[in-house]
């Protein structure tokens, strides 16, 4: 059952300590994205990378941090220095180019800070 | 500066007529675009895509138009279902090996029955 797994489905985190988001795809992609989404706005990319061992900046990527030392994996950690991290966030993968363009993805994780 | 914008936040609509979501974009290096497809608390679901190359894609009750020129992309529902109810995100990618997707807002549709 081929897919994008994220976890925890729901993550709640006192002020002051980093969380790290899981996200686990088996499709063989190559390229994997973290996305947030606050409420009433579209998808901002985090980070995004398309090979292991290398990982690029998005928008906005402060306060937040990744690695990619396995294909299937692209864990994020949201770490004390993130101002407003309550949101929802999403992890994608997408196979590399020219292979194609459309990008899937997980089931996303709310994260709350209490 | 939004380079993807949907300027309805909503949409009602009535069950069996037709639903059309606009989608405007600023940047003319975008070169692929995507419909995508969200619940509440769920991820994006993948609905259609339109390259540059074409100005139309169908898929069952789902169109994408796409005009270069005015630099607007719009997906029809014909006919629309109350299960339509979703917010709906309009992407687009550009040329390179990167192509992260750049979303819209979103435009919130309700089927009425």
């Known amino acids: 059952d081929g897919g994008i797994t994220q976890s925890p489905k729901y993550l709640f985190r006192k002020e002051g300590q980093n969380v790290t988001l899981s996200c686990e795809q088996n499709l063989n992609h190559d390229a994997m994205y973290w996305y947030r989404q606050d409420p009433g706005q579209g998808l901002r990319l985090i980070y995004y990378s398309q090979i292991v061992n290398d990982f690029q900046k998005g928008d906005i990527a402060e306060g937040y941090s990744v690695s990619r030392e396995k294909k299937e994996s692209f864990p994020l950690t949201v770490t004390s220095a993130q101002k407003n991290p309550t949101a929802f966030y999403l992890c994608a993968s997408r196979p590399q180019w020219p292979s194609g363009n459309t990008i899937y993805f997980g089931e996303g994780s709310w994260l709350t800070v209490v | 500066d939004q380079q993807v914008k949907q300027n309805s936040p909503s949409l009602s609509v009535q069950e069996g007529r037709i639903s059309i979501l606009n989608c405007d974009y600023t940047?003319?290096?975008?070169?692929?675009f995507l419909w995508y497809k969200k619940y509440p608390a769920e991820g994006p679901t993948f609905l259609i895509s339109?390259?540059?190359?074409?100005d139309k894609n169908e898929d069952g009750r789902f169109t994408v138009f796409l005009n270069k020129s005015a630099k607007h992309l719009s997906l029809h529902i014909v006919p629309s279902q109350p299960g339509d109810s979703a917010v709906y995100f309009c992407a687009a990618s550009g040329s390179g090996s990167a192509r992260q997707l750049t979303f819209g807002s979103g435009t919130q549709l309700t089927v009425l029955p």
């Open positions: 940047n003319s290096m975008f070169d692929y």
């Open positions: 339109i390259s540059s190359i074409k």
